[in-house]
């Protein structure tokens, strides 16, 4: 997917929730803990697909 924003690439993931929510690109993974590639986004939710452009702090996700 391109970023709307910027018009770059963004990366495909997932969002997962442990207490906070946590974008990361690891695919139908149970997310325990943060890595360097997860990005906290500090909200709870399911753990739905989603792009995100780190460049202009942009997530895209559908539900």
């Known amino acids: ?3 709307p ?3 770059k690439e963004m990366e495909s993931g997932r ?3 442990n207490g906070s929510l946590f974008w990361s690109p690891a695919p ?3 997310f325990l803990r943060p890595d360097r590639k ?3 986004l500090r909200v709870c939710a399911d753990a ?3 792009c995100i ?3 202009c702090r942009k997530i ?3 539900y």
């Open 1 to 3: 997917m391109t970023c």
């Open 5 to 7: 924003e910027c018009g």
């Open 15 to 17: 969002l997962y929730a």
């Open 28 to 30: 139908d993974k149970v």
């Open 38 to 40: 997860s990005v906290s």
């Open 48 to 50: 739905p697909a989603a």
């Open 53 to 55: 452009c780190k460049d």
């Open 60 to 62: 895209i996700l559908e």
